[in-house]
């Protein structure tokens, strides 16, 4: 292996500068188990269309498109998910490793496996027969294997588990349960609850919870004001706020029949990810016996994750909830080997794991479990803690959407999604009878004297969990009366209605909000209207931050005022949307991120005190910030040159936030378009590590519409691109009138005509059919060898 960084740099060079593309001989080819030839018709987006006989014999021709095309990205997941990403990439990956080792995730990728049914089990080989076909065929591994100097291991089925465990990171929170329970421990209770509302006053119009966060009156507490007064110092460049990403979840909702021109129901989905090449998902369709599966998988598992069987057609949002626990240990102070439990003193079980690194020593790692889950590396204010978590639960993960091939109708289907061992998701449906459907999937847990998103000390009866919610206790919405349903990551329902709190901080308001708006006064539905929905740009939510600010500036004081009338003139500008020649925007954002750092940082610096690292990161932080705004009251204004009041604190904030994105684009302010500063960046893993290669791997920046409070999220969070990795519309039993949008494209394989061939349409919101009619080119798969060893 290649020693350190510049080895590798250099090993990225040549790889990619002198290696031919990825080739395949021609040809039929052999596959082991099939039972049957298997025919794979390749589209002109490279997507293939797979008439197979059985079940698995379209599964090992899956498993072998998947090997092809996306060969070095499945082998990263499994790694990354095992924790051996140091072993190819060196020392940067090994805290990483350390924490998915912790999780055991090996271990439990086997009980997993042990514990599914027959049929699933010869799924998984079947795939993994294609898999490891597609390598066995390739006349040249991928650049990345060359540029690492290592050959991918035989895939297995334990490999697929593997990978589906990679979406238990949807329902991992532990980070807010740090967060909560530094501030609970440093600041007044009344100030927490304040700061930590679960959702906005755009999702308690959707589904209200009955808190009065909300009201005109509603004021932050007195005992903010209180601790304001004990500031001693600015808190605004300490990092005590991060903005909170963008909810990783999507958007859907399905319309009956009812509000459609045909008569016909509809799927609206589009799931939000980090963006990167090549794209989290691989776009499929399978034939096999009565059976048709047209939709996105997950590369490394024979799951269709969203798409249509030709009578039901599925969406899958997240809950965003919060579905781990932080558990404080108490140690037997005569032996720190033992901890308190509810039946008495115990002690740790422990396993130890070595960590290979890429030019460097062997990292060990020595793992402690209790009887709630392991305790993890870093302490939490002093004490070590423990993660209990639903996805560490072997029952928790399983095959049963592979059911969906079988359902007719939207009940059909709604009892399968709560079968499915997922992490926790928000399941929507609709059949070709105009019927429609929601519920929740996964392993919710059932708790019992938890109170919120603190961390606490389980070794008391009254405290822990009582497994899980039954599927029977999982709420469902089949057919409402207003004849559509949408999921965006908020709440779903009135507390009144289900009262099990499954979030601490529902994002997405907005979001749903806007989409109920706009199809509560609508019919005559098609699929043309639902792509304009999923594209929509109109963000009422940066109002408030606009209004604000022309207030401050049409008073008295800023009257005659040139620099008043060059920002007066820039917010007037904005037409109320978020698309690339907007104008306006950039400001009212800008203007908003200085507030949030401005008024909430001095609330912290206990907690930084407490906790150096602390950062305050919440999805619903406008609406405590909005609270103290709009109370005037100048006692809760930053100690600072600009807080004699509310009006001079307001034009400051604006003034500095205006030069700021002057001094960075190098124009004036009335010139910055929301395009300048809205760019898409999609980019190839190497190009982290090689910089030089980013002309080569990665896909040109360029200005997109949408912005994180926008039905069409997109954002750049940490570097990196946050937004619709693919968006569809689809009307079960009418595929071919149902649509797509793919951001980059359909191979992993730098090189191919099918890298990026879909990009442009995925900027320019074009959506294409989902069920091409073209065929390019065909792979013939025939049998060989003896049925998958399982």
């Known amino acids: 292996m290649f020693g350190g960084t510049a080895s ?85 990956l090994v805290e990483d490793d350390r924490l998915n080792r912790t999780f055991g995730f090996s271990r439990l990728a086997e009980q997993i496996l042990a514990r599914l049914p027959e049929s699933q089990r010869t799924v998984l080989a079947a795939y993994a027969a294609g898999v490891n076909q597609a390598m066995d065929d390739l006349l040249t591994l991928p650049f990345e294997f060359w540029a690492l100097n290592y050959k991918p291991e035989r895939w297995s089925p334990k490999d697929s588990i593997l990978v589906a465990l990679n979406l238990s990171t949807l329902s991992y929170a532990v980070e807010e349960e740090r967060m909560a329970s530094v501030m609970r421990e440093a600041l007044p209770a009344a100030v927490v609850s304040f700061l930590t509302p679960d959702s906005d006053c755009y999702n308690e119009k959707v ?35 991060r903005e909170m990403r963008a909810a ?50 997950l590369p490394g598992l024979p799951m269709m994750i969203v798409g249509s069987n030709g009578h039901i057609a599925w969406g899958l949002t997240s809950v965003d909830g919060d579905f781990s626990d932080l558990v404080r240990l108490r140690k037997d102070p005569g032996d720190n080997n033992r901890y308190a439990t509810p039946k008495g003193v115990q002690a740790f079980s422990s396993r130890s794991e070595s960590i290979a690194v890429r030019g460097k020593e062997s990292v060990s790692v020595d793992v402690r479990d209790t009887i709630w889950g392991p305790v993890l590396p870093q302490p939490l204010l002093g004490e070590e803690v423990a993660v209990a978590w639903s996805m560490l639960d072997a029952s928790a993960t399983n095959l049963n959407l592979l059911q969906l091939d079988e359902a007719r109708t939207v009940r059909e289907a709604l009892s399968i ?164 020649p907007s104008k306006g925007l950039a400001l009212i954002t800008e203007f908003r991120q200085t507030l949030l750092q401005e008024i909430l940082s001095p609330i912290f610096e206990d907690c930084r005190r407490l906790d150096p690292g602390f950062t305050y990161r919440w999805s619903n932080s406008d609406v405590p910030l909005q609270a103290i705004i709009r109370s005037g009251d100048p006692s809760f204004l930053p100690q600072s040159e600009n807080s004699s009041d509310w009006t001079n604190f307001l034009q400051a904030a604006l003034a500095e936030s205006a030069k700021r994105l002057e001094a960075k684009h190098g124009r004036p302010i009335s010139e910055i378009s929301w395009g300048d500063i809205n760019q898409v960046a999609i980019a190839h893993p190497f190009s982290r590590v090689a910089p030089f290669l980013s002309a080569l791997l990665d896909l040109p920046r360029s200005p997109v519409a949408g912005c994180p409070q926008c039905v069409r999220l997109y954002e750049v969070a940490d570097g990196e691109g946050v937004g619709a990795t693919a968006r569809t519309v689809i009307v079960p039993g009418e595929e071919q009138k149902s649509v797509i949008q793919f951001a980059g494209g359909q191979s992993g394989q730098f090189g191919s005509a099918h890298y990026s061939d879909r990009q442009q349409d995925w900027v320019s919101g074009r959506a294409t059919s989902l069920r091409s009619q073209e065929v390019v080119s065909t792979i013939l798969l025939t049998p060989a060898g003896a049925r998958y060893n399982q």
């Open 8 to 92: 590798l740099v250099i090993a990225c060079y040549a790889a990619v500068y002198s290696l031919p593309s990825i080739q395949f001989p021609s040809g039929p080819r052999n596959a082991p188990g099939l039972s049957a030839a298997v025919s794979i018709n390749l589209d002109h987006y490279g997507v293939p269309h797979i008439e197979a006989r059985t079940r698995e014999d379209a599964f090992t021709a899956l498993g072998y498109m998947t090997g092809r095309d996306r060969l070095f990205q499945i082998d990263i997941m499994r790694r990354k998910t095992v924790g051996r990403l140091a072993e190819i990439l060196g020392e940067p």
């Open 207 to 241: 589904a209200p919870s009955g808190a009065n966060i909300c009201a005109d009156t509603s004021r932050p507490p007195d005992e903010l004001r209180t601790l304001l007064h004990q500031s001693t110092k600015r808190a605004t460049k300490s990092g005590a706020i």
């Open 248 to 297: 990783r979840g999507s958007n859907a909702w399905v319309i009956g029949g009812g509000k459609t021109r045909d008569g016909r129901a509809i799927v609206a989905n589009d799931m939000h990810l980090t963006l990167g090449l090549p794209n989290i998902w691989y776009q499929a369709d399978l034939r096999y016996g009565p059976h048709r599966m047209e939709g996105l998988f």
């Open 417 to 580: 999604l709560q079968s499915a061992g997922t992490p926790p998701l928000n399941g929507l449906v609709a059949d070709d009878r105009g019927s429609i459907g929601w519920t929740l999937m996964g392993k919710i847990p059932a708790r019992r004297g938890l109170r919120g998103i603190y961390s606490e000390h389980w070794d008391a009866s009254e405290v822990g969990w009582d497994g899980f919610l039954s599927p029977s206790a999982l709420p469902t919405i089949v057919d409402p009366p207003e004849g559509y349903i949408v999921s965006t990551n908020q709440r779903m329902l009135p507390t009144s209605v289900f009262s099990t709190r499954l979030s601490q901080d529902y994002p997405g308001g907005f979001r749903a909000w806007r989409v109920d708006d706009a199809l509560r006064g609508s019919s005559k539905l098609g699929v043309a209207e639902m792509v304009a929905l999923q594209l929509d740009t109109k963000t009422d939510f940066y109002r408030f931050y606009r209004d604000i600010a022309l207030r401050a500036l049409k008073g008295p004081a800023s009257q005659g005022q040139p620099e008043a009338a060059r920002l007066l003139a820039a917010l007037e500008s904005w037409d109320g949307r978020a698309e690339p």
